[in-house]
């Protein structure tokens, strides 16, 4: 089973400033409560019990407020002395990870049942595995090409279609596959436009389940907005 998640949570928050200052985004308050919250209750209750916070803008006010035990679980930190990016803060954190593992943006919340992408991981022999979610909002998310199996043909679907299957923010990796790509602990580098490609340029293959739960993405102000209709009460 899956015990440890990486949440990116070092994100500036630029477009949110107007509406949301002195805090993080991941802290941005929804519902009284930082979104960050939201996000470890949800996984806590999914059966994770360890979490380590990328973190670097503002950070002292995350370290504050969850300290080192959250209902529970245990928190660390990975603290970025520069911007490293959602990819660089992914292979810092992970430098020391033997197991599988769950990596979550610390902007986007989306349902998943944790045993079911995990099964789905084991009885599809993936090694990277992305919850997806359905759009049609083409505009602000990528949709993938997907085959039947679930394996992600193509990061950025060329289909005249109506709706797709976009990345949710949350993806079950096996450390091994950090091997394949071509960057370093420490290296600046992101994750959805570098890693990921770089990932399938050398034979990695990514696979994908539809998660039918809520989503969203409190990056632009309106969906920010939108989130304390969204996220559990």
């Known amino acids: 089973m899956v015990k440890t998640a990486i949440i990116l949570a070092g994100g500036f928050g630029t477009r949110l400033q107007n509406i949301v200052q002195d805090v993080p985004k991941p802290m941005a308050p929804i519902n009284n409560r930082p979104f960050l919250e939201f996000q470890l209750d949800y996984w806590i209750q999914q059966g994770i019990t360890k979490f380590i916070l990328s973190i670097g803008y503002l950070k002292d006010s995350i370290i504050d407020h969850f300290g080192k035990n959250y209902k529970g ?10 911007p490293l990016g959602t990819g660089g803060g992914l292979l810092l954190s992970a430098k020391d990870i033997d197991e599988t593992f769950l990596v979550l943006n610390g902007d986007t919340f989306i349902e998943v049942d944790l045993d079911s992408l995990y099964k ?8 990277w595995t992305l919850a997806l979610f359905k759009t049609s909002d083409f505009k602000r998310f ?9 394996e992600i043909l193509s990061l950025n679907s060329k289909q005249e279609i109506s ?3 976009a990345n949710g923010g949350a993806y079950l990796i096996e450390p091994s596959t950090l091997k394949r790509i071509d960057y370093n602990s420490g290296d600046s580098v992101s994750l959805e436009s570098q890693l990921l490609p770089n990932f399938i340029k050398n034979g990695g293959k990514l696979f994908g389940q539809e998660c039918l739960g809520k989503f969203i993405d409190i990056g632009l102000p309106e ?6 209709d969204v996220l559990p009460k």
């Open 120 to 127: 789905f991981h084991i009885e599809s022999e993936s090694t």
């Open 73 to 82: 679980a245990q928190i660390e930190y990975l603290v970025e002395t520069q």
């Open 142 to 150: 990528l949709t993938l090409d997907v085959g039947q199996n679930g």
């Open 163 to 165: 709706s797709g299957l």
């Open 223 to 228: 969906d920010y907005l939108r989130a304390k």
